[in-house]
């Protein structure tokens, strides 16, 4: 396990925290960054949640730069970064540009044209299911999952089964906020987690 990295059941970081390790001016610094950054939106989109809204964070260039670089840090073997619609996209092609592999979108259903795998995942009420391409990764590719929020993990693990059945292999999740109360690294046994702000 390298700095900044966690596995499930490894313990989250208390509250606020950042995870250990990660960007070039320190853990501390990126944590803070992220917290003045992000902005809280209560009761969106349902009424109960407290919504991460990264867009702050997207419109300041040197906080960008500092984000994109703490979750490509140590991850210099990946070959494919994916990213989760819609958010993760945004993360996850800049940290693909970073680390010089290549980017697959990982799509809600219906919206690859390809032929696709696709893995279903509980939500609070009802189901999702998310998409990618068969030929997104070639056998024994290591691939970093990223998104913005690791919340329930549900989206993550979906994810993680999405790689596997494609034949690749996953190197680790990377998110810039981890909402460790509600239990994701559970969902996720086994996967190097990265979270710049555990909270
Ligand atoms: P989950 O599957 O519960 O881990 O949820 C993760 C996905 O939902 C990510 O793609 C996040 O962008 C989004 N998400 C979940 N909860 C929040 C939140 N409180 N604020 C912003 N995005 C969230």
């Known amino acids: 396990m390298t700095a900044g990295q966690s596995t499930a059941g490894g313990g989250g970081a208390p509250e606020g925290r950042a995870a250990e390790g ?20 209560a009761d969106y989109p349902q009424p109960g949640v407290m919504f991460k809204d990264i867009t702050p964070l997207l419109a300041d260039g040197a906080a960008l730069a500092a984000v994109v670089g703490a979750l490509s840090s140590g991850h210099d073997g990946v070959d494919k970064v994916a990213g989760i ?9 800049s940290v693909a540009i970073q680390l010089g592999a290549g980017f697959v979108p990982v799509r809600k259903q219906g919206k690859l044209p390809g032929p696709t795998y696709a893995q279903s995942y509980d939500l609070e009420y009802g189901s999702a299911t998310i998409e990618v391409h068969q030929d997104a990764f070639a056998p024994g590719e290591r691939v970093l999952i990223v998104d913005d929020v690791l919340a329930t993990g549900g989206t993550g693990a979906a ?8 034949g690749a292999e996953v190197a680790g999740i990377a998110v810039i906020m981890e909402l460790s109360f509600l239990g994701g690294q559970a969902r996720l046994p086994g996967v190097p987690i990265r979270s710049l702000l555990v909270v």
């Open 22 to 41: 990660g960007a070039a001016e320190g853990s501390a610094g990126i944590a803070e960054l992220i917290q003045a950054r992000v902005r809280d939106i």
């Open 85 to 93: 619609e819609a958010r993760g996209f945004i993360l996850a092609a």
């Open 159 to 166: 994810t993680v089964e999405l790689v596997r059945k494609a």
